[in-house]
T-cell receptor, first 117, second 110 residues
Framework: NAGVMQNPRHLVRRRGQEARLRCSPM?????VYWYRQLPEEGLKFMVY????????ESGMPKERFSAEFPKEGPSILRIQQVVRGDSAAYFC???????????????FGEGSRLTVL | LAKTTQPISMDSYEGQEVNITCSHN???????ITWYQQFPSQGPRFIIQ???TKVTNEVASLFIPADRKSSTLSLPRVSLSDTAVYYC???????????FGTGTRLQVFP
């Protein structure tokens, strides 16, 4: 049973380009969370999605950032017109059909490291 | 909303017991408390989870007082390989967000 898969593991973009980060949750998991970790800092909540629904996006910047988790395929975190301050590690986590804060753990991927030149 | 806070760093020596406390005074009634370990350039790894009182597994114990506004991760007999950052993770009261604590950087010395 494969774990949470994130790709690309490393992504380099120039300022103004778009970055797309993908997350395939564990099999049978329908809840996905995205976190951002700036260099030498902690993990900051960005967004919580269930399939075809954004449940809580209060941690995402209002502009340039969007997330989706379609019925089929991976969850995607999209950053438009990247700036240097977007350079960070972006971690995805998944949990089974119940919300993780009720019971159960989050299973994390190894992250996607975005570098903006 | 109150932050979920932890000491910034702790030092220990091999073979000692380490206790790391997390303050989460906004935890909701139904929320579990989970602890994760993170090595550089890796994703967080699950250590232990609990709801109340004490939970023990093969690597750690978790102590949760009756009011559940804090929790303490206990690592018995740490080794050099336990050098990492440790995070607590709790729900943010009455929301669906899961919030990490500020993280504790544990350095284990020989």
């Amino acid at each position: 049973n494969a774990g949470v898969m994130q790709n690309p593991r490393h992504l380099v973009r120039r300022r103004g380009q778009e970055a797309r980060l993908r997350c395939s949750p564990m099999k049978g998991h329908s809840h996905v969370y995205w976190y951002r970790q700036l260099p030498e800092e902690g993990l900051k909540f960005m967004v919580y999605l269930q399939k075809e629904n954004i449940i809580d996006e209060s941690g995402m910047p209002k502009e340039r950032f969007s997330a989706e988790f379609p019925k089929e395929g991976p969850s995607i975190l999209r950053i438009q017109q990247v700036v240097r301050g977007d350079s960070a590690a972006y971690f995805c986590a998944s949990s089974p059909s119940w919300p993780a804060h009720m019971v159960g753990e989050l299973f994390f991927g190894e992250g996607s490291r975005l570098t903006v030149l | 909303l109150a932050k979920t806070t932890q000491p910034i760093s702790m030092d220990s020596y091999e073979g000692q017991e380490v206790n790391i406390t997390c303050s989460h005074n906004n935890i909701a009634t139904n929320d579990y408390i989970t602890w994760y370990q993170q090595f550089p350039s890796q994703g967080p790894r699950f250590i232990i989870q609990g709801y109340k009182t004490k939970v023990t597994n093969e690597v750690a114990s978790l102590f949760i007082p009756a009011d559940r506004k804090s929790s303490t991760l206990s690592l018995p007999r740490v080794s050099l390989s336990d050098t990492a950052v440790y995070y607590c993770l709790v729900g943010e009261g009455n929301t669906d967000k899961l919030i990490f604590g500020t993280g504790t950087r544990l350095q284990v010395f020989p």
